[in-house]
């Protein structure tokens, strides 16, 4: 079913003394994939400062910038339109690099333990489900607990998390269990912050799943970024000079038109 998305997405660093010479790499501006078509997209800046665009080997829009002067905060904001039809979806192919470990997806012993003893259907969607399934019943979702470097062996032996976790877990999981996955980053529709989900490769398409919702990642998803793992696909990434503490505030709404 074919979907236009309004989406607002506003990140606010605050420094509490001032910093300088900032170097930064964004993926905040939603590519065209197959099945989501960006129709207008603006991204401000502040302090307001060019930056070039570029794109990287999974297709991701980078903005790579520099903030030379002296700032006590950097704020990025996105608005824009964007139609989503998954009927629109061609075959794709898929990269080697989604049917193997990455860096923070390197299964332990004890998953793979653990998913020897799961009775999986056979049939790819079915196995896929299930999979997404298992890995909610043994996961909790807990704020706070992890970071943003905490790897799926971590998170599983934890037996806790947030949605970069369950996603890690996931695709760990299913790429053992013979699926080609990705790991996703964007937006689901609503308000609130962003969001990481996985698209698992099924008869040359890319379904997606969001093992912490337990939900089948529809048109009310919006896509910024894919990868391997988080590490393919931040938001954000920068360098200062300065000694700071740091405070962030994310704010994001998707809503359909």
Do not use: K
Request: charged share 20%; proline share 7%; net charge negative.
């Amino acid at each position: 079913m074919s979907r236009t998305l309004h989406f607002q997405y506003d990140t606010l660093v605050e420094f509490s003394t001032p910093v300088r010479e900032h170097a930064f790499v964004l993926r905040c501006v939603p590519p065209s994939f197959p099945g989501q078509e960006i129709l207008d997209v603006t991204l401000d800046l502040d302090p307001s400062v060019p930056y070039a665009r570029q794109r990287d080997g999974f297709g991701n829009l980078l903005q790579i910038g520099r903030a030379n002067q002296p700032h006590d905060h950097f704020r990025y904001s996105v608005r824009g339109t964007a139609r989503v039809d998954f009927t629109r979806r061609r075959p794709e192919a898929c990269l080697p690099v989604f049917r193997f470990p990455s860096d923070y997806t390197q299964p332990s012993a004890e998953m793979t333990d653990w998913l020897g003893t799961l009775s999986l259907p056979p049939g790819g969607r079915e196995r896929a489900w299930a999979l997404s399934e298992a890995v909610r019943d043994r996961i909790t979702y807990a704020p706070g607990e992890t970071g943003v470097n905490t790897t799926a062996a971590q998170a599983f032996a934890a037996g806790c998390g947030v949605c970069q976790d369950f996603a890690h877990i996931y695709l760990s999981l299913s790429r053992q269990a013979g699926l080609p996955a990705r790991y996703v980053s964007g937006l689901p529709e609503g308000e609130g912050a962003s969001h990481a989900w996985c698209e698992v490769w099924l008869d040359g398409v890319w379904i997606g799943i969001d093992p912490t919702r337990g939900l089948r990642a529809d048109e009310g998803y919006l896509r910024f970024g894919i990868g391997r793992d988080f590490g393919d696909c931040p938001m954000e990434r920068g360098v200062f000079l300065g000694h700071t503490d740091q405070r962030q505030t994310v704010f994001m709404r998707v809503s359909q038109q």
